[in-house]
């Protein structure tokens, strides 16, 4: 057998293996928080674009929330506004509403739209302000146990499905901006963590997948952990093994959990094609937190 036929017969073994995983999740939806470096660097963007475009044509119903954030500093840097973070979120006055709607929504929005687009996707942008789909209210932080204002962040109080839904279950892949109102019409940033933790909890995703800078959760020997339990989760968390930045992630995907979403998955964004290989392959190449239902 030559090389050629060789090389052939390996990719089709690469179909075979994900056939299992197309039959099981055929109709389900899969929330995907697209972050991180996979938003700068051009080829992992085409990479994720692909991946997000073909997971559509075979049958699974993606939805797409998106941060931003490197794209809100340097909008404000150019105005002559320093970006100030209390506890990892961004203070949010007037000035730094405006540019992030402006960004969010009028830029990062609609080139991860336009991108999906020219991949052969048919994807819709929309932010949580069309249709107050996404209701919110103030959020506040804690500073050496005092109650400290973070201006207009919000935090998620209801999603609306059915607008998401809607489109999900048609030939759409709805790209979500994490910009919410509340009962008054004001307008909120909301961390995109969160959004994409509350849609998949609205919609009872089968999946929430969170692209990051990193490779998945690790134990105490810095070892990749590639499936865990909640319970587990917490302890890892107690004990300390789980700690800083990840903390928020780990207690946002146990939330989704609880809410009904069957397993979350923090995986690396930097890898290409990350999505497929994740979903479409035994081992994955992130941490998988699932219910007990799994």
Known sequence: MDEKMDGLIKKAGILIEALPYIQKFAGKTVVVKYGGNAMINEELKNSVMEDITLLKFIGLNPIVVHGGGPDISKALNDRGVKSRFINGLRYTDDITMDVAQQVLIGKTNK?????LNTKGGRAIGI?????SFIECEKSYTEVDGEKVDLGYVGNVVYVKRCILELLSSDQYIPVVAPIGTDKDGNSYNINADTVAAAVAAAVKAEKLILLTDVE???????NII????TDEITEMIDDGTINGGMIPKVQGCMDALDKGVKGVHIIDGRIPHCLLLEIFTKTGIGTLIKSADY
């Open 216 to 222: 998945g959760v690790k134990d105490k020997d810095g």
């Open 111 to 115: 080139e991860i739209v336009s991108l």
């Open 127 to 131: 932010s949580g302000i069309d249709g």
């Open 226 to 229: 590639y499936e865990a339990g």
